[in-house]
């Protein structure tokens, strides 16, 4: 969980991802059309991924990937993320973000 965290408060945004999800793929391309470049982290690329898979779920994914925070906070997952952004949440979320 250590190393979640971690990355979590280095990066503005930050996607925690496998390389073959297509939900995964869904979000990093609605992040790039809002003028954001999150940080994306390929857990399946990464030798600790089973342990960040198992921290992301203790900390209440409701599936290990896509996970995304957003100013270090956990925003879960593309369910959280689609529902934010219909409801107009998401943008004011990400303007510190967007260049």
């Known amino acids: 969980m250590e190393k979640v965290v971690k990355l979590a408060s280095e990066n503005g945004i930050l996607i925690f991802s496998k390389s073959t999800c297509c939900l995964c793929y869904a979000v990093q391309i609605l992040f790039q059309e809002l003028r954001v470049h999150p940080r994306v982290h390929e857990i399946d690329r990464d030798p600790e991924g089973k342990e960040i898979e198992k921290a992301l779920m203790s900390m209440g994914c409701s599936g290990p990937v896509p996970a995304v ?22 943008i004011p979320l990400l303007k510190p973000y967007q260049g």
Do not use: A, P, R, Y
């Open 69 to 90: 925070f957003i100013g270090g906070k956990l925003v879960g997952s593309t369910n959280e993320v689609m529902s934010l952004h219909l409801s107009g949440s998401l």
